[in-house]
């Protein structure tokens, strides 16, 4: 869409086109000053579902009502309760069902995974991801590497953008891959950038790193439920995700794994084991030996969070009845939209040096724009903020907007601008 106007009517008529547009009503609005807000915040905490209480109260009434016997009684049984949202996260990751397990929470997934997948030798131990990662990401690889005994400054390679840039060149990451592949064991890297919002070529630097006889693992929080994955057809090795922010199911929400079927029938890849892992068949022989069950679910570890997957579930719900590509193609106009209008705000006030710092392409985005603000952005936020609107602040300088597909609408866009418009006329006076 390249006709994009700055008006209230345009806005109105994109969202009188949008198919997707009734999906707003199926989520509940934070309200500021007794008014919904206009909320940008789903790449940090999603929306309620409207069904979410209901699917809570189900499982508290079962609960009440069963006792025990809700593991096999309940509306939805709890023993294999994980299994309930498998397809749909599976539909969305591009995985095959036996690939993927919801579980957990997302760095403590990356630690299990890096378990299995992060073999380090003395000659094959060092670890690229990106510079500026989530600290957790960070934290968690680093205390992987000095588990295994080496120094995160010698294994542990950042990619750091160039000069003056702030994103990476995918050319870069694949450069770095090819000059550390005699001593590579792993290429870990977001999906999509927390900070940035860029998003990279997954597929590239899977078979980048594949080529280099490493192994490759994603870490899929801001790319879930956000932008599109093949998962399965890339070829990558092992993903996790939290399922909190464009998976909407609710503060600490259960996070999940991907695991590829190359690796599905591997009892050796060591592991850190529970009974949830075991095989199906022989769980409840309560027996020693660990036999891992096939594919992603042999990597669970305890019995299912009935509460946080019923909630996950009632979202996937309504991820179940958007076609995908459809979800896709109107993040893309949104978040088109969104760019135009503040392309137009940062070149209507240079002496405010607001720059965009989300790569420029569609290809290279999700619904993330991240705008740097410069040393006047606490306030700018804390304005939106009283002014009945909710981005993120994120330290030093960046405002990060998320228009979510699922139910942002183009008039929410067109209104947050005019409140960065105002704002910043009235800095400039
Ligand atoms: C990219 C990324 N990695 C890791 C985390 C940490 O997730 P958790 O607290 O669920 O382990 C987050 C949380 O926002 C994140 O955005």
Redesign the pocket.
Known sequence: MNSYQSSSEFARKMDLCDPLASMRNQFYFPKINEKESLYFCGNSLGLQPKSTKNALLQELEDWKNWGVEGHFHAKNPWFPYHKIVTSSLARIVGGLDSEVVCMN????NLHLLMVSFYRPTAKRYKIIMEFGA?P??QYAIESQVRFHGFEPNDAIIEIVPREGEFTLRTEDILAAIETHKDSLALVMF?GVQ?FTGQRFDMQKITSATQSAGAVVGF?L??AIGNVELELHDWNVDFAAW?SYKYLNSGPGGV?GIFVHERHADRPDLPRFAGWWGNDEATRFEMKKGFRPARGAEGWQISNAQVFQMAALRSSLTLFDMVELPTLYAKRDELTGYLKFLLDRIIDDFPQLSYRNITPETHRERGSQISLLVGKQGRRLHNYLTENGAVVDWREPNVVRIAPVPLYNSFEDVFRLCEMIRAYSSNLVL
């Open positions: 929470t997302l760095t403590v989530f957790s990401d977001g927390y870490d929080a801001h939290c996070g």
